[in-house]
């Protein structure tokens, strides 16, 4: 195989962790960012997708039928990953848990191997340890349990080659099982006839490390019927051995006040990941399934602000939102200039994310409303003006509210409009929000947070139920009093408004909503 600049495409094989997006490596993060074509399973969080670039081809290569594409054989796997390889592109093979832990990953790597291509195995967070840990079972725990093991239970009616040595298997303190559910039986009755004690503490695990994680313990001769149970459905990881008894004192993933609860956020994952990284603290499973994205307008367009910029024919330069200030850098750049273009004139901008993107910029405002919404900013310049008139140069979405500039304009100020960006829906095919689409329709939302009308005007255009369904999540949370305008134009009720546009103030108005509801 040859490994250099002159190679063929390569394949890189992506450990995704059992479940949690928090638990894939940083080398992970990095291959996903450059991957031309991302092949995914089904048990790898489709939050990871996030990682990828715009122009990234997903795959969905899972071995069950979803609403993200058909099922796939581990032969055409094997079969699209050598030829996505041969045609030069970088391939990224994301795959549930550990590669090479009962991920099959050997025989992905033994085709590419014999097609002479290369490829390279990035080790993930194997289920066994994340899993087990998660449901506060350490594998190994002095005075207890000096060695573990792991064992696959599907193959436990027999196979001449490879098969599990149930005799040696018994003698470790420590066993966790891997899909295990359709043949625990056969499992737990090999174990008892290696000598396995039948009162041997043991814990069936679902969805371990999400949100629906749920932990079961028991002893191995009830397992088989803890095991099928109808809450209790695959994937699950089962321990055995008097391990499982320290859950008692260390559990610490089920304890946390929001666990158990789905998040749905609706703007895109930059954006998203300070309220992500908080809720996820407080326990809940958040999902990030932007519904739009931002486009900015034509160079043309663009041109025509940044001159507006540069002349200086303003007093006051209004800016509602960090696009907005985006915008206006895109706009100096394309006439050669910077920031420098706005040296004398005065500043008002609303909003925290607002104040980050003009610090990115070197520039301080000069006014900071303590409404932060246009109208209220609006309001503020109009108090600072104090009775006087000023023109002012507004840059803002194309179909934002008017409300702002028919205040000002009332009030004598020139207002100078200019489109600086729009809010474009993203399309409801996209593997994120198929997923979102298809949690909403089962009820697997607890709560949805939105961020801009926008979001929920592109989120109810996706399909035409979206709207009921919308009413039956527990807790709907927005952003200001616009978003919550939208909603209730909607006749949606609102449970969970923050009070200030701030990822602290949001993720405080969610928790608290859920708080009142379980008090």
Not at 282 to 294: E, H, K, M, S
Request: glycine share 10%; proline share 5%; charged share 20%.
């Amino acid at each position: 195989m040859t490994w250099g600049r002159d190679a063929k495409g390569r394949v890189y094989l992506v450990g995704a962790g059992p479940g949690d997006p928090g638990l894939l490596t940083c080398r992970g993060r990095e291959v996903l960012q450059k991957a031309e074509v991302l092949v995914y399973d089904g048990l790898a969080p489709i939050e990871l997708l996030a990682h990828t670039s715009a122009n990234c081809e997903h795959i969905y290569a899972g071995k069950k039928r979803s609403p993200r594409g058909k099922p796939f054989s581990q032969e055409e796997i094997n079969a699209l990953l050598v030829a996505r390889a041969a045609a030069g592109q970088c391939v990224v093979r994301l795959k549930g848990g550990d590669p090479f832990v009962f991920g099959r990953g050997a025989e992905e790597c033994q085709a590419l191997a014999e097609a002479g291509l290369p490829f390279e195995v990035v080790p993930g967070v194997s289920a066994a340890t994340a899993v087990a840990a998660y449901a506060g079972i350490p594998l190994t725990a002095r005075g207890i349990a000096a060695s573990a093991v792991l064992v696959t239970g599907h193959e436990a009616s027999g196979k001449s080659t490879g098969a599990v040595d149930w005799k040696a298997v018994a003698g470790h303190q420590s066993i966790v099982l891997f899909m295990a559910w359709k043949k625990i039986g056969d499992c737990v009755e090999k174990l008892l006839d290696a000598g396995k004690s039948p009162d041997t503490l043991a814990a069936a695990i679902r969805w371990g490390t999400r949100a629906g994680q749920r932990t079961v313990k028991t002893t191995l001769a009830e397992l088989p019927d803890v095991m099928h149970r109808p809450q209790m459905r695959p994937p699950i990881l089962v321990v055995i051995g008097e391990v499982v008894g320290l859950s008692d004192d260390l559990a610490w993933f089920e304890q946390r006040p929001l666990f158990g609860k789905r998040v749905l956020l609706t703007r895109d994952p930059e954006r998203s990941q300070a309220v992500s990284a908080e809720l996820r603290e407080l326990g809940a499973d958040v999902l990030v399934a932007p519904t739009t994205r931002i486009e900015f307008p034509s160079d043309e367009v663009l041109e025509a602000l940044g001159k507006a910029l540069v002349d200086r024919k303003w007093n006051w330069l209004m800016l509602s939102s960090a696009n907005a200030v985006r915008a206006c850098q895109r706009a100096l750049r394309l006439l050669n200039a910077d920031s420098r273009a706005c040296a004398g004139g005065r500043i008002a901008a609303v909003g925290r994310a607002t104040l980050t993107a003009l610090a990115g910029i070197g520039l301080v405002p000069d006014l900071v409303p303590t409404k932060s919404t246009g109208l209220g900013l609006a309001q503020t310049l109009l108090e600072q003006l104090d009775g006087a008139t000023a023109s002012v140069l507004y840059p803002r979405a194309r179909a934002g509210r008017t409300d702002a500039i028919a205040k000002l304009t009332a009030a004598g100020c020139d207002v100078q409009v200019h489109t600086a960006y729009s809010s474009v829906p993203r399309e409801g095919s996209e593997p994120e929000l198929l997923d979102a689409l298809s949690k909403l329709r089962t009820g697997a939302l607890h709560s949805i947070a939105f961020f801009a009308p926008s979001q929920l005007d592109a989120l109810c255009a996706m399909a035409d139920d979206v709207e009921g369904m919308l009413a039956e999540v527990p807790i709907l949370a927005a952003i200001g009093p616009t978003t919550e305008a939208a909603l209730r134009a909607r006749g949606l009720e609102v449970r969970a408004v923050a009070a200030s546009p701030t990822s602290a103030d949001i993720t405080q108005a969610i928790a608290k909503a859920f708080f009142a509801s379980a008090g």
